[in-house]
C-alpha cells in the first residue's frame, strides 16, 4: 500500500480539510491519490484557480491528494489518477492535523524516532490497467530535528515485511501556509 494514506484528523473532524486545486497540463509526472503536492505560485487563466504540482524532498508541501476530479472532457472516467502532460483537478488534503500512514525508505524508522522530522522519497505514480498508484514514501535517511523538513513521525506501524517501523504515521510540519516546527 504505497503513497500517504489518510487516517484521520485530530483537529477538523473525521474528514480533515479538502480544497480544489488546479493542474497544469505542464506537469511532467502522473499524479495519483496519495501523492504529496505543492502550490506552485501560479494558477489558471480561466478560473483564477491556485496549481498545484507533485513535491520534491526538501521543500515545503502544500497537502496529500485525496481525490483526482474525473475528465469529463476527456471522457476518461476509468483512468484513477492524472497522466502527465494533461490538465487537471485534484482535492488536496490540506489540514495540518491531518494524519496518514505512509511507508519508510531506508528505514525502518526506531521508537526513538517517533517525534522526529522527515523528508519525502518523491517518486512518480504508476499506472497499471487504469489504476494509478502513488509511489511516494518518506525518508528514513536524514531523520532530524529539522525544521523544514516537511512531515513529522507521530508513530510507528507494521510494514508488508512484518518489521515495526518500516510504515509509520506522519502529520504535516513544514508547509506552504504554516512555517514547520522543530522535531523533539
Not at 503513497?3 to 480539510?17: A, E, I, L, M, Q
Not at 506552485?40 to 496529500?64: I, K, L, P
Not at 485534484?90 to 522527515?118: C, F
Request: charged share 10%; glycine share 12%; proline share 3%.
Amino acid at each position: 500500500m504505497a503513497g500517504f494514506w489518510f487516517r484521520g484528523s485530530v483537529g477538523y473532524g473525521p474528514d480533515g480539510k479538502l480544497q480544489r486545486y488546479d493542474v497544469a497540463a505542464s506537469h511532467t509526472t502522473r499524479l495519483a491519490i496519495g501523492d504529496v503536492v505543492t502550490i506552485n505560485g501560479t494558477a489558471t487563466a480561466a478560473t483564477g484557480v491556485a496549481q498545484v504540482d507533485a513535491s520534491t524532498a526538501a521543500q515545503a508541501v502544500t497537502g496529500v491528494i485525496s481525490g483526482i476530479v474525473p475528465g469529463f472532457a476527456t471522457e476518461n472516467l476509468t483512468d484513477t489518477g492524472l497522466a502527465a502532460l494533461t490538465a487537471g483537478s485534484v482535492l488536496v488534503q490540506i489540514d495540518p492535523r491531518a494524519e496518514y500512514e505512509v511507508d519508510v525508505a531506508n528505514g525502518p524508522l526506531l521508537v526513538a524516532d517517533v517525534g522526529l522530522n522527515v523528508d519525502l522519497v518523491a517518486t512518480a505514480a504508476t499506472a497499471t490497467a487504469g489504476y494509478t498508484q502513488s509511489n511516494m514514501t518518506v525518508n528514513a535517511t536524514g531523520k532530524a530535528t529539522t525544521v523544514t523538513l516537511p512531515f513529522r513521525v507521530i508513530g510507528l506501524t507494521v510494514g508488508a515485511d512484518g518489521v515495526l517501523g518500516s510504515r509509520c504515521m506522519v502529520r504535516l510540519n513544514n508547509t506552504t501556509t504554516i512555517a514547520g516546527a522543530t522535531g523533539i
